[in-house]
């Protein structure tokens, strides 16, 4: 039987930035690397950017980060800018690299997926819930994250679950192909190790 956890937004814990200058609510990561602010193979996390400035360095990993709520984003990349980021507009980086946000407006909400290439395969999805979405996957972890006020998901082998907004589900496949419905906007992201 494949392992499936509901992840409740108000229970998420609260993390200082590792460079002091703000905080994440974490959503889950992996189990190796304890509560360290690295070392994890994989963490999903929210950040609140309440004003323009530097990101937290997380050598040796790869980012995706996607604008929740606000007027968006431009992030400066290594020198270059990237295109304005507007919400649930996935854009991908090198945690080493120096990374500051201009906010296009007042404060923003974004997701984040922090993961070691070397260590893991990810891909992340976002499906806009106009339409129920069916999807298989065998990754060794799904992860749904709930950007609606109500998603409906079922997952083969498991009763339907509902998840408020921020809410996300974790699925351990054990490496069995599972059929996951999805009903609402939410993001989905399949990590398998290397």
Same mark, same amino acid.
């Given at each position: 039987?494949?392992?499936?956890?509901?992840? *409740?937004?108000?229970?998420?814990?609260?993390?200082?930035?590792?460079?002091?200058?703000?905080?994440?609510?974490?959503?889950?990561?992996?189990?190796?690397?304890?509560?360290?602010?690295?070392? +994890?193979?994989?963490?999903?996390?929210? &950040?609140? $950017? &309440?004003?323009?400035?530097?990101?937290?360095?997380?050598?040796?990993?790869?980012?995706?980060?996607? #604008?929740? =709520?606000?007027?968006?984003? #431009?992030? /400066?990349?290594?020198? %270059?800018?990237? %295109?304005?980021? =507007?919400? +649930?507009?996935?854009?991908?980086?090198?945690?080493?690299?120096?990374?500051?946000?201009?906010?296009?407006?007042?404060?923003? *909400?974004?997701?984040?997926?922090?993961?070691?290439?070397? *260590?893991? %395969? &990810?891909?992340? =999805?976002?499906?806009?819930?106009?339409?129920?979405?069916?999807?298989?996957?065998?990754?060794?972890?799904?992860?749904?994250?709930?950007?609606?006020?109500?998603?409906?998901? *079922?997952?083969?082998?498991?009763?339907?679950?509902?998840?408020?907004?921020?809410?996300?589900?974790?699925?351990?496949?054990?490496?069995?192909?599972?059929?996951?419905?999805?009903?609402? /906007?939410?993001?989905? $992201?399949?990590? =398998?190790?290397?």
């Amino acid at each position: 039987m494949s392992l499936l956890k509901i992840l *409740r937004a108000v229970n998420y814990p609260r993390m200082p930035w590792k460079n002091g200058g703000g905080s994440t609510e974490e959503i889950t990561r992996d189990g190796s690397g304890g509560a360290a602010l690295d070392g +994890f193979g994989w963490r999903l996390s929210i &950040a609140d $950017i &309440a004003e323009s400035g530097g990101f937290s360095r997380f050598a040796g990993y790869q980012r995706i980060i996607t #604008v929740l =709520q606000g007027d968006g984003m #431009v992030l /400066r990349v290594d020198g %270059r800018d990237s %295109r304005a980021l =507007q919400p +649930f507009d996935a854009f991908a980086f090198e945690g080493d690299s120096e990374v500051c946000c201009e906010l296009l407006g007042g404060a923003i *909400r974004d997701f984040n997926l922090i993961y070691s290439p070397q *260590r893991f %395969r &990810a891909r992340l =999805q976002w499906f806009d819930g106009i339409l129920p979405v069916n999807l298989f996957s065998s990754a060794d972890t799904v992860l749904v994250f709930s950007a609606c006020d109500d998603l409906q998901v *079922r997952v083969s082998g498991h009763g339907a679950e509902s998840l408020a907004i921020y809410d996300s589900l974790q699925l351990g496949t054990e490496g069995k192909l599972h059929k996951v419905n999805l009903a609402g /906007r939410c993001c989905v $992201i399949e990590l =398998q190790a290397v």
